[in-house]
Every structure is written in C-alpha cells, then in structure tokens.
C-alpha cells in the first residue's frame, strides 16, 4: 500500500547551521504536504506540492517535489531555536478515503542554542 | 477561538472502561477525520466523514470504536471496554476539500489507559 518513508529519524543541529529532511515514496504521489508538530503540540500544516519539480521557499524554509514526484525535501537555512520539532511529510489518500492523509515517520529536530 | 477544538485533552481511564472524545471542526469544513498517534510515529487515519455520512474506516478501527457526526457538525469518537495499547494522542482534523487544502488539526486528546 501507499507509503511514505522519511529520513533521518532524528537529527540535531548547532544552532545557526542547516537542515534538511527527505520524504521518499515506491510510487508516484499525486501531491506532498508538509507539517510541523512542536513538541507536545499538533501538527501544523506547512505547503502543500503539486507539480512535478516544483520548488516552493518559506522565509528560511525551502521545499521540493522531485521531478518523478516521487520524493520530497525540507531544507531550513540556518536554524533557530524556534525550529525545534518534528517535521512530517504527508501523501494524500486518493484511493479510498478522498483526501486522507498517510503520514511518514517525522524527523525530530533539536536545535541547540 | 476558530480552529478544531478537542475536548478533554487528557483521559486517563482504568482497562475495560468505556471512554468519548469530542470534536468540534473549524464551522465551514465539511470533511472531518480522526488521526491516532502514538510516541515516535507520525498520525495514522481512522476515519473520516463527509458531512454526517462516515465515507471510510481504516482497518486500525477495531469493532470496540466507533465514531459519530449527528447533522454534521460536532464527531464523537468512543472506544469501548478499553485497553492499554488504546493509549495514544487521538487527533482530529477538518478541511474544506479533499486533499486540496490544508488539513488544520485540533491540538488532541491524549489518552493514557491504566
């Protein structure tokens, strides 16, 4: 079934320096979305990606839809303490539900100041 | 306060007890779902609603669960005669179309059974 994978599992930055998560699937995604959970928080929606190669930049966030639409980035330049949490790629479920989402496993950012 | 609203956010019940949350969706969102996640995953779908009607149910959702949308505003979602790998963060979401917009989670109701 459909699946998204995610890697890292966890990563942990000096505050200032780069990061950046990847979000692969096995088959074509009709579209990406991208959120953010804070810790003990919910998820919170970040961009949504529709077409193939496409690149979208969010002050210091960038995101890309791979050119197979088959795989996902989120690179944050230079982080902050406010960037602390974990970032979820998400799949939408046309198949069944129309429109639910399946979830990767999340990176966990920590920042350390 | 316009988002999801989730009430309670926190239940701790004894094994075996039956136990209701509640979901209050953003007013003009028509689609309604119920996410659980537990420590360290990402959420994972239950079901969801158009309207009133419950269009789908993840094969996650055991006959101890069911969830409700009387007239298609507030959801319920009940877990009967409960157990401990029930203990998780039950989300609910809502959104306006299908896959096409943002999905604005409510913050959840974090359920410990003991």
Known sequence: GQQVMQIPQYQHVQEGEDFTTYCNSSTTLSNIQWYKQRPGGHPVFLIQLVKSGEVKKQKRLTFQFG????NSSLHITATQTTDVGTYFCAEVNYGGSQGNLIFGKGTK???KP | DTGVSQNPRHKITKRGQNVTFRCDPISEHNR??????????GPEFLTY????AQLEKSRLLSDRFSAERPKGSFSTLEIQRTEQ?????YLCASSLRPGSTEA???QGTRLTVV
């Open chain 1, 67 to 70: 050119e197979a639409k088959k």
């Open chain 1, 109 to 111: 950012l920590s920042v």
């Open chain 2, 32 to 41: 309604l779902y119920w996410y659980r996640q537990t420590l360290g995953q």
């Open chain 2, 49 to 52: 609603f158009q309207n009133e």
């Open chain 2, 85 to 89: 790998g029930d203990s998780a963060m």
């Open chain 2, 104 to 106: 604005f989670f409510g």
